[in-house]
């Protein structure tokens, strides 16, 4: 079986959360519904880690260091004041 890919997973992770708080799942099947979505939840921050860990190594300056900026930092000065009536 291919591998879902993170959207693919999170979306199947959301369906499974959907059908266990409806509440309307016999307990054997609510139990394997939820072991499903442990196995999706893990898949998922596994890829999230990967995809961390490759946008680091891609920021890495030359003499091997990484400037880990806080990401509000990065949006643009209109952006950041789009609210703002200054």
Request: with cysteine; hydrophobic share 35%; glycine share 6%.
């Given at each position: 079986?291919?591998?879902?890919?993170?959207?693919?997973?999170?979306?199947?992770?959301?369906?499974?959360?959907?059908?266990?708080?409806?509440?309307n799942l016999p307990?054997?099947?609510?139990?394997?519904?939820?072991?499903?979505?442990?196995?999706?939840?893990?898949?998922?921050?596994?890829?999230?880690?990967?995809?961390?860990?490759?946008?680091?190594?891609?920021m890495e300056k030359?003499?091997?260091?990484?400037?880990?900026?806080?990401?509000?930092?990065?949006?643009?000065?209109?952006?950041?004041?789009?609210g703002s009536n200054?």
């Amino acid at each position: 079986m291919a591998k879902k890919t993170f959207e693919e997973s999170m979306a199947q992770l959301e369906k499974i959360v959907e059908e266990l708080e409806a509440g309307n799942l016999p307990l054997d099947k609510a139990l394997k519904k939820f072991e499903e979505g442990i196995g999706l939840s893990r898949a998922c921050f596994e890829k999230l880690d990967e995809t961390e860990k490759k946008i680091v190594q891609l920021m890495e300056k030359q003499d091997g260091t990484t400037a880990q900026v806080p990401f509000a930092e990065n949006t643009a000065p209109s952006e950041k004041n789009a609210g703002s009536n200054e």
